[in-house]
């Protein structure tokens, strides 16, 4: 069966920091792309970060190029993003992906967790 479990969303102060965490079981993490999504109210899903399986090749949003940081473990099957300088506008629910490669679109990746909220307020 497979999973994504999302954790580490919270209630942060504008230019504090989080630092979310995707623990993936059920299918081959190692040799899987991970990328980050995130859904604000009232708009589409979009691309945060993606990570390659071996971590060589990382991609970033150019709204967070700079603040957020993804970053993997493959021995404990898991990916992270770190989060700093954080803004209102990072308000919304983020999600873990997985997939054969590192995509901004939504459509080849084949699993997904159910979402962390994270938002930013004071």
């Known amino acids: 069966q497979v999973q994504l479990v999302e954790s580490g969303g919270g209630l942060v102060q504008p230019g504090g920091s989080l630092r979310l965490s995707c623990a993936a079981s059920g299918f081959a993490f190692s040799s899987s792309a991970m990328s980050w999504f995130r859904q604000a109210p009232g708009k589409e899903r979009e691309f945060v970060a993606g990570i390659t399986w071996s971590s060589a090749i990382r991609n970033y949003a150019d709204s967070v190029k700079g603040r957020f940081t993804i970053s993997r473990d493959n021995a404990r099957d898991t990916v992270y993003l770190q989060m700093n300088s954080l803004k209102p506008e990072d308000t919304a629910i983020y999600y873990c992906?997985?997939?054969?490669?590192?995509?901004?679109?939504?459509?080849?990746?084949?699993?997904w967790g159910q979402g962390t909220q994270v938002t930013v307020s004071s």
């Open positions: 992906a997985a997939g054969p490669w590192v995509e901004t679109a939504q459509a080849p990746y084949n699993y």
